[in-house]
């Protein structure tokens, strides 16, 4: 296990290396970060002092080398566009956006492995094929204009719902932020959660069906029901159990996805979480906010499918970790 | 795991009891949304409408505009000109900051002083500026050449309390060679109407009415709550569902239906902002063209694109109905404007064509020009309809559309062929346009320091050195719409037409709308 350990945390490192490396020479070709700090109508006098004041003007490698050497010492520098350090940027983002990822992924699952389950054992039973379309539309709609569909109805027409914003948030310690503490927060939270959990649902609930489907064909199932085992437990136990292991992969890597990339479910509410930052970043070519949360994004993924591994585990005893380092 | 929970829930306990006992007897609040936050709590560090607005009702310039948008006495009671250079200034006594401190001359020195700085986006409006204290209330300033425009300068320049910013260590308005966190960008410390109660950049923040203000305000709003929503179709739900007031920047595709709607209305204003091309009138051969000559230089070839816009057509569709066409580079209301530059030219692209042919290029020839993708309304649809405009005179034109992170990198450099803008004076004053875009670059003067077409003539730069220095306003007057009739004349710009501004609020609130996109906290009143 300890073998297993070091060798992911190498991996991970490795993994930061490269993303970092990437982070510095892409954001290079993104255009100029001057235009953030000065707007678009400056002096070449005063570009000249900005760009050597921070230190733009000398060789690239020399500008790479500096960049490495302060990230190792963990200084990711200040924002252009915030004047802020980028590390408490990021940091006061996190909240609101793993929040809304966990949230969004919970009613994912909530809905999507029972519907899954259903529609599996019933394929061919009304409600199933209401569902399957249901999930069709889940899949093929555009989250933006899910979630103006849900501002008009929840906060236009019916005026229940606020259609923007974190709602109050609950210090919690001196890093966290909760907005699922208060009322408005857990209002404000609905709306751009269902809207990201709409397409997680569907796919989630397609992919616990097809599996499901076939694990119910497989031997040790029919076998379980010949033996007079209720249905209950041969499908929960049994079938649902071992549909697991693939649909553990599939969340993980969509929660991954999900905490990096909500930018468009953030904008539509503004949420103040990573997404909007990214967004906004973007435009202001905010080189030392994009590298940092590139570096962040790729942590919160090794992160996640490392704890995947470790869940394999806890769910199928017949996997184990081996000394090197994967799954055997 | 549990007590950092406990601790919240004290917390909301805690902030609960507070609002019941500390707060004041009734509050009104006014709901502010915008497309985009203030970069900034610091009013040195973003020369950008938005920070400026928001940043004016904390913070106050020594002189500011009446409604009739004529210069009116703020934190200056009184200015008088002593020699051309010269004007003296007497403050305003008994104004103090939200921290409780007298306003002094000292103050403003280290204002000033702070604005020249590297960082600063407001240097050019203060440059060369020496603030000499007389006494307490009492000051000079004096500047390198004669300039009419200098306390016209003044209203960009909010003063800022030297002792507040010495003791944070806030002497520059950002800080990026020390790597050191700008204590202004999160706080702020002013003489105006409302002091900064929370910020959180991007979402949300509070002012609070400072009892005590000085001055007097139109309204009795005691709090302001600015909302920076990105997403035009959310911000203008925001405001219908009743969770903003006032929205200062309505998407054009909204305008209609919101002014079919009882519980809103709708004001609408010329915006100070003229959208129009340039052209890189120096090179000999262009850039970016097929061709070995510089077709630009040719006044022909840019009366022919000139020609060749149908504005009308534009202001119709790409802008649905919110701009003014326009065929010069400055906007109504500023000095030195006539109306009868407005329309010079009507479409004609026969007689474009045949422009195009008598200098040369009856085939017309292949150029690329540049446009920013997301700094103006309708940037890129607007370039992408001025293409297909070219190309039916036969010129065959390529858009390369950008963000501005690398739109005005570029231009900066002068490294196009042809290009947008959107300019506006920030003076209302047509002096500015003629001083920055059209005299020789000499970015130590202040001198054509946008003139990104490079033109370089010493009879132009003469005329307009003598209408700037000019003393009596009403010849200075006559000498700037001459120049701009020469502008507009031999084409130097291509113009389309002036943006109009459009603010949507609801039916209890109101509030004049300036022309230079400024929304007056003191101006604005809520029933």
């Known amino acids: 296990m300890i073998v297993y350990l070091s060798q992911r945390l190498g991996q991970t490192v490795l993994v930061l290396a490269a993303v970092s490396l990437l982070a510095f020479l892409m954001f290079r070709f993104l255009g100029d970060p001057v235009v953030a700090i000065l707007g678009a109508n400056s002096t070449g006098l005063q570009r000249d002092e900005l760009r050597r004041q921070m230190g733009l003007d000398g060789p690239l490698p020399l500008q790479f080398i500096d960049y490495v050497v302060s990230m190792l010492r963990g200084d990711f520098g200040l924002s252009y566009r915030l004047g802020q350090p980028v590390l408490r940027v990021l940091a006061e983002r996190v909240p609101a956006t793993m929040e809304l990822a966990l949230v969004g992924m919970a009613i994912a699952l909530c809905i999507g492995i029972p519907a899954g389950v259903y529609t599996a054992l019933r394929p061919d039973g009304l409600l199933s094929r209401l569902t399957m379309a249901a999930s069709l539309v889940g899949i093929s709609m555009p989250s933006f204009f899910m979630g103006m569909l849900l501002i008009f109805i929840f906060s236009v027409t019916l005026g229940w719902l606020p259609s923007f914003g974190r709602g109050e948030t609950v210090r919690l310690g001196s890093l966290w932020t909760t907005g699922l503490l208060t009322i408005s927060g857990l209002k404000a939270i609905l709306m751009p959660a269902i809207t990201i959990s709409v397409f997680q649902i569907a796919m989630i609930m397609r992919l616990v069906r097809a599996q499901m489907i076939e694990a119910l064909r497989t031997d040790f199932v029919r076998f379980a029901r010949a033996r007079g085992l209720p249905g209950r437990a041969v499908n929960l136990r049994h079938a649902l159990a071992n549909t697991l292991v693939p649909v553990v992969t599939v969340v993980g890597l969509q929660l991954g996805s999900i905490i990096g990339f909500a930018v468009v479910t953030e904008t539509v509410f503004q949420w103040p979480g990573l997404g909007l930052l990214f967004l906004q970043s973007v435009a202001a070519a905010d080189i030392p906010v994009l590298s940092a949360f590139l570096v962040f994004i790729a942590l919160v993924f090794v992160t996640i499918n490392f704890l995947t591994d470790l869940l394999y585990v806890a769910i199928d005893p017949r996997i184990r970790l081996s000394d090197k380092g994967g799954i055997a | ?527």
């Not at chain 2, 202001?315 to 065929?327: E, Q």
């Not at chain 2, 010069?328 to 530059?341: E, S, T």
Request: hydrophobic content about 40%; glycine content about 6%; some cysteine.
């Open chain 2, 1 to 527: 795991m549990l007590k950092p929970t406990w601790r919240g829930l004290a917390g909301i306990i805690l902030s609960t009891g507070l609002l019941v006992s500390s707060g004041p007897a009734w509050t009104k609040t006014l709901r502010i949304g915008a497309q985009a936050d203030a970069g900034t709590m610091d009013p040195q560090a973003q020369n950008i409408q938005t920070t400026i607005t928001l940043l004016s009702m904390i913070y106050e310039p020594l002189i500011t505009r009446d409604k009739a948008l004529n210069k009116a006495p703020a934190l200056a009671e009184s200015w008088t000109q002593t020699n051309p250079t010269t004007w003296r200034f007497k403050l305003r006594p008994g104004v103090k900051f939200h921290d409780g401190s007298a306003l002094s001359s000292a103050d403003v020195a280290f204002t000033i002083l702070r604005a020249q700085g590297a960082t600063s986006q407001f240097a050019s409006y203060v440059a060369g500026l020496t603030v000499t204290p007389v006494d307490d209330l009492t000051f000079d300033i004096v500047s390198p050449r004669p300039d009419q425009l200098l306390p016209d300068k003044l209203l960009y320049v909010p003063i800022m309390s030297k002792l507040w910013s010495e003791k944070n260590n806030a002497l520059t308005p950002q800080n990026l060679k020390d790597k050191q966190e700008s204590y202004t960008a999160l706080n702020a410390n002013g003489t105006g109407p409302y002091r900064l109660a929370s910020r959180a950049p991007d979402s949300k923040t509070v002012l609070q009415r400072v009892p005590q203000y000085w001055g007097p305000l139109d309204g009795d709003i005691t709090e302001v709550v600015w909302t920076p929503i990105a997403s035009d179709p959310t911000r203008v739900a925001a405001l219908l569902s009743g969770e903003l007031d006032i929205v200062i920047d309505v998407p054009a595709q909204d305008v209609a239906r919101l002014q079919q709607n009882a519980d809103l209305k709708i004001a609408k204003v010329d915006e100070f902002r003229t959208i129009f091309f340039g052209f890189d009138l120096k090179s000999d051969k262009l850039k970016y063209a097929d061709t070995d000559r510089n077709p630009f230089k040719d006044v022909r070839v840019r009366q022919a694109i000139n020609l060749a816009v149908d504005r009308d057509a534009v202001v119709r569709t790409v802008m649905r109905g919110l701009a003014s066409p326009t065929t010069q580079i400055l906007a109504p209301g500023n000095v030195g404007y006539d109306p009868a530059l407005d329309r010079t030219v009507t479409t004609n692209r026969e007689r474009a064509r045949q422009l195009l042919a008598e200098a040369g290029y009856p085939n017309g020839f292949g150029f690329t020009f540049d446009c920013p993708n997301d700094r103006y309304v309708n940037d890129e649809q607007v370039c992408k309809t001025m293409a297909t405009m070219m190309s039916q005179i036969g010129l065959k034109p390529t858009l390369n559309a950008m963000p501005r992170a690398r739109y005005f990198p570029k231009i900066w450099d002068r490294d196009t062929s042809m290009y947008m803008m959107g300019f506006n004076s920030p003076y209302f004053d047509g002096m500015y346009s003629l001083e920055t875009m059209l005299m020789t670059r000499d970015d130590k003067k202040g001198e054509g320091i946008y003139n990104y077409s490079n033109v370089a003539d010493p009879a132009l730069d003469k005329e307009i050195a003598a209408a700037r220095d000019e003393m009596d306003p009403r010849k200075r007057e006559a000498m700037m719409k001459a120049l701009y009739k020469k502008i507009t004349d031999d084409v130097f710009f291509v113009s389309l037409y002036n943006q109009v501004l459009v603010y949507a609020m609801r039916k209890n609130v109101s509030t004049p709308v300036r022309p230079d996109n400024w929304l007056e906290i003191r101006w604005v009143t809520m029933n």
